[in-house]
């Protein structure tokens, strides 16, 4: 096997953290998870507690956002002030939007982005046993705000 040599010069460019101030910044994104006809059928029946697929979906992705430093390379650690995560059906397509605000002087967009991918992979992980054939996406940042500007 071929392996090239890896320099051990540290690469300063992607280590480079922001020299900004800190600011009020806030970070919207959304996705969704389409569910076929059973599944939601299962869901408004109550053989699948809606209540309780969203507590979790929801609690996961709060803590894929609490912790996206430890598994996201050049990923900055941070605290959220404000983290919401809110789930709203369009028939059989559940809608997922996270909010986080905190006064910080990095951006916020991937903490926002892995709480709802990560809320979906939990909902998808937790009703594949009735359906592997969920779609998840498009995932998107919607809103990202820097009041400092």
């Not at 869901?43 to 609690?59: D, P, T, Y």
């Not at 969920?134 to 995932?139: D, K, L, R």
Request: one cysteine or more; aromatic letters at 8%; a positive charge.
């Amino acid at each position: 096997m071929n392996r090239q040599k890896r320099s051990s010069k540290p690469n300063f460019f992607s280590l480079a953290r922001s020299f900004s101030s800190a600011s009020e910044r806030t970070a919207i994104a959304n996705t969704t998870i389409e569910c076929s006809k059973h599944i939601y059928s299962l869901i408004q029946e109550g053989k699948i507690q809606e209540e309780e697929l969203c507590h979790s979906a929801r609690v996961a992705g709060t803590l894929a956002a609490k912790n996206a430093g430890q598994f996201i390379p050049y990923c900055h650690s941070q605290t959220a002030d404000t983290l919401r995560i809110e789930f709203t059906w369009d028939n059989h397509t559940l809608s997922i939007q996270s909010f986080v605000q905190a006064k910080t002087s990095t951006s916020l967009d991937t903490l926002a982005m892995i709480a709802v991918s990560t809320a979906a992979l939990t909902i998808f992980d937790v009703c594949k046993e009735y359906d592997k054939g969920m779609v998840i996406g498009p995932t998107y940042l919607s809103r990202k705000s820097d009041d400092s500007k």
